[in-house]
């Protein structure tokens, strides 16, 4: 079974500044998707940015980024230039590169950005 | 293209009542999932349906719990009787490619069993 660990519960920054969420996961598959997704208090779940494993290069969407570490199991996201729009609780999250294969969560961390 | 629409958004009943949430998934797409969501932890997999046919209930507790996909569209989830502890938001999210992970999630249902 799959395990996500999201170690920071709660973390805060100043607008315009950048942050890091950690995530580490503990998989014996080869192929996987690892996301990030983000949950405003609207409950919606939308997806910030996503990285197939058999991919070296870091995936980057506008001001998202991650650091992909294979080896050593981690996946944290890079947020630039931080926006109030931001704050919200982001979960990492992890899929096996099979059909029908289900998404398997961290806990989250909850990420406030101060004006 | 419209969401994953959810009903209702909020529901309060007492312990040992009964209780149903509906999902209309995104046309066209395949599987459906309901995920359980626990204030203050992750989403966690109820039941994923491929059509109308269940995938994966394993984590479904099936004595308190059912769901059905009729006719592979339209999904029902339904509690019976309730319990303090399934107070959580249920959400629902359906894909169309299996393998690419893009899940479209609607914006769920808080139950509060009191």
């Known amino acids: 079974a799959q395990t996500v660990t999201q170690s920071q519960p709660e973390m805060s920054v100043q607008e315009a500044e950048t942050v890091t969420l950690s995530c580490t996961y503990d998989?014996?598959?080869?192929?996987?998707?690892l996301f990030w997704y983000k949950q405003p208090p609207s409950r919606q779940m939308i997806l910030v940015i996503r990285?197939?494993?058999?991919?070296?290069q870091n995936a980057t969407e506008n001001r998202f980024s991650v650091n992909f570490q294979k080896a050593a199991k981690s996946f944290s996201l890079k947020i630039s230039d931080s926006q109030l729009g931001d704050t919200a609780m982001y979960f990492c999250?992890?899929?096996?590169?099979?059909?029908?294969?289900?998404?398997?969560f961290g806990e989250g961390t909850q990420l406030t950005v101060n004006p | 293209e419209a969401g994953v629409a959810q009903s209702p958004r909020y529901k309060i009943i007492e312990k040992r009542q009964s209780v149903a949430f509906w999902c209309n998934p995104i046309?066209?797409?395949?599987?459906l999932y309901w995920y359980q969501q626990i204030l203050g932890q992750g989403p966690k997999l109820l039941i994923q349906?491929?059509?109308?046919?269940?995938?994966?209930d394993s984590q479904l507790p099936k004595d308190r719990f059912s769901a059905e996909r009729l006719k592979g569209v339209d999904s029902t989830l339904k509690i019976q009787p309730a319990k303090l502890e399934d107070s959580a938001v249920y959400l629902c999210?359906?894909?169309?490619?299996?393998?690419?992970?893009?899940?479209?999630f609607g914006s769920g249902t808080r139950l509060t069993v009191v």
């Open positions: 349906f491929q059509n109308n046919g269940v995938v994966d």
């Open positions: 999210a359906s894909s169309l490619d299996l393998t690419n992970g893009g899940y479209t």
């Open positions: 998989t014996s598959e080869s192929n996987y998707y």
């Open positions: 990285q197939e494993a058999y991919k070296q």
């Open positions: 999250a992890f899929m096996k590169y099979a059909s029908g294969s289900r998404l398997t």
């Open positions: 046309s066209g797409h395949a599987t």
